[in-house]
């Protein structure tokens, strides 16, 4: 069993819908979960962290978290263009830190 | 990327060559990884540090070694590199001061094996 899934994509939303990324995770030991943004040939970049159930919501991002689940995900609100990039879900537990493949977001203008 | 730059940034070698990937950090953090990413593959995680001297293993270690002397400097060697080793590797670092787990990430390394 992989221990991080994601849906590959390309998810492709419209501009000003909601974009909903969605993960599961084999862990039950996770304790931090965390979102993170790559552009194409760039660095990822952490955008959400959450600990605990329920939802987070920092501006247009709300990550939210289902531990009897195993579910984390990830929403926007009025996706932009500029949203359009690869989102890497990563629960961890210890030191050991491992992504998923990603979702590819594409926005259409 | 600010403190944390890899070098060299863009590698070309051929097969059977040592290549070694230098990873360094001005943010005194006590972790640092490497990860390879490959299309279709996503970040994998090759090895880590959890502080000077103390390495482990990661997800797809075989090929790889690392060493780290001094908390700023993480070095990532590809023995007798093979084509299969040709992708982009990136850094990271993650410390108390950060947030636990919390991974920022270097520019990124992009090594062809010929």
């Known amino acids: 069993q992989k221990e991080v899934e994601q849906n590959s994509g390309p998810l492709s939303v419209p501009e000003g819908a909601i974009a909903s990324l969605n993960c599961t995770y084999s862990?039950?030991?996770?304790?931090?979960f965390f979102w993170y943004r790559q552009y194409s040939g760039k660095s990822p970049e952490l955008i959400m962290s959450?600990?605990?159930?329920g939802d987070k919501e920092d501006g247009r991002f709300t990550a939210q978290l289902n531990k009897a689940s195993q579910y984390v995900s990830l929403l926007i609100r009025d996706s932009q263009p500029s949203d359009s990039a690869t989102y890497l879900c990563?629960?961890?537990?210890?030191?050991?830190?491992?992504f998923g493949k990603g979702t590819r977001l594409h926005i259409l203008p | 990327d600010a403190g944390i730059t890899q070098s060299p940034r863009h590698k070309v070698t051929e097969t059977g060559t040592p290549v070694t990937l230098r990873c360094h950090q001005t943010?005194?953090?006590?972790?640092m990884y490497w990860y390879r990413q490959d299309p279709g593959h996503g970040l994998r995680l090759i090895h880590y540090?959890?502080?000077?001297?103390?390495?482990d293993k990661g997800e797809v270690s075989d090929g790889y070694s690392v060493s780290r002397s001094k908390t700023e400097d993480f070095l990532l060697t590809l023995e007798s590199a093979t084509s299969s080793q040709t992708s982009v590797y990136f850094c990271a670092i993650s410390g108390e001061f950060s947030g636990a787990n919390v991974l920022t990430f270097g520019a990124g390394s992009r090594l062809t094996v010929l």
């Open positions: 943010e005194n953090h006590r972790y």
């Open positions: 959450i600990y605990s159930n």
């Open positions: 990563v629960p961890t537990r210890d030191d050991k830190i491992i």
């Open positions: 540090s959890y502080g000077v001297k103390d390495t």
């Open positions: 862990d039950r030991g996770s304790q931090s």
